[in-house]
């Protein structure tokens, strides 16, 4: 949606929820010359709502009280949203610029390595960077046959290798929990 | 210093977009995954390049995808792109460049062969 149209729906959610909270206020008892003294017209058309029985009043309550949550709905999807900045791993830093790359990126890395070592069927993975390099942590899911703590180090010892060749930082530590279960049960952790 | 070339932010963008999608290890210039970056001009966007002048520096932000290769080496890549956004900038008047921010925001994992 065009920022005009944003606007213009913005404006007209603001309108309604302004009008229904007016007639809400008069059609509890508020009178309408107190809300609008200022402009006759607006004050006569209140007017119609003041003294409702209670069906009436009953109605005009509801109605008005749904016209008032569908603008705050509208006004609420209209509001643009805050972008978050997705988290980057400096690579380089100095007077020629900042060299970045995401952390997904980093994470596809760790992650395509892992699913080259024999035996490993699938593989995730959390990068956090500190002042001493990368730390790594991932969890495999291995081939029932497969010797578990064989190859979580060699995921381990692939990915140190791969992230320090292709992104030129050090990685200073890489946690492996490998399973025999999918990766949505628990595992077992080789470090 | 010159640092007010005669082309607009937008054409100086528009040239080191098409000069750093040339670069060997590039598969494409991106926005950014989250956060737009992009350089606008009237009734144009050029997304994945950002141009930022002062009274004497322009500084530029270039966000890529690599392709993931074998010998892929990611500094040596950020120093490509910077080089030939460099140079594009200041072909283009935008002189000096003081900073170029080299900002990968992805990898294709499909460039590449198994090692």
């Known amino acids: 949606m065009s920022a005009f149209n944003r606007l213009l729906v913005s404006v007209l959610a603001l309108a309604t929820i302004v009008g229904a909270a007016v007639v809400l206020l008069v059609a509890v008892g508020v009178e309408a010359s107190s809300i609008a003294s200022w402009w006759p017209w607006l004050e006569r058309r209140l007017e119609t709502f003041e003294g409702l029985d209670d069906t009436d009043q009953a109605w005009t309550v509801a109605i008005t009280a749904g016209l008032i949550v569908l603008g705050l709905v509208l006004l609420v999807l209209e509001f643009p949203k805050p972008r978050r900045r997705e988290p980057r791993m400096t690579l380089q830093s100095g007077g020629l610029g900042r060299v970045t790359v995401s952390r997904s990126g980093v994470q596809e890395l760790a992650s395509r390595e892992a699913s080259l070592v024999e035996g490993v069927r699938e593989f995730q993975s959390e990068v956090q960077e500190n002042r001493d390099g990368l730390h790594i942590r991932g969890r495999a899911s291995v081939d029932p046959g497969a010797n578990l703590p064989a190859v979580a180090q060699q995921v381990q010892e692939r990915i140190k290798s791969a992230v320090e060749q292709h992104l030129g930082v050090k990685v200073a530590d890489v946690a492996v929990d490998a399973q025999i279960q999918p990766l949505t049960a628990g595992g077992r952790r080789v470090r | 210093m010159e640092a007010h070339g005669a082309r607009s932010d937008?054409?100086?963008?528009?040239?080191?977009?098409?000069?750093?999608?040339?670069?060997?290890?590039?598969?494409?210039?991106?926005?950014?995954?989250?956060?737009?970056?992009?350089?606008?001009?009237?009734?144009?966007?050029?997304?994945?390049?950002?141009?930022?002048?002062?009274?004497?520096?322009?500084?530029?932000?270039v966000h890529v995808a690599a392709v993931y290769a074998p010998s892929l080496s990611l500094p040596a890549l950020a120093e490509a792109v910077r080089r030939a956004a460099r140079e594009q900038a200041e072909a283009l008047g935008a002189r000096p460049v003081r900073r170029v921010d080299v900002a990968f925001d992805d990898l294709h994992m499909d460039g590449g062969g198994r090692r």
Do not use: K, Q, S
Request: proline share 6%.
């Open chain 2, 10 to 61: 937008v054409a100086i963008a528009r040239a080191i977009r098409e000069a750093v999608r040339r670069v060997p290890g590039v598969a494409e210039i991106g926005a950014g995954p989250r956060v737009v970056a992009a350089t606008y001009g009237p009734g144009e966007r050029v997304e994945g390049v950002v141009v930022r002048r002062d009274a004497e520096h322009v500084d530029l932000e």
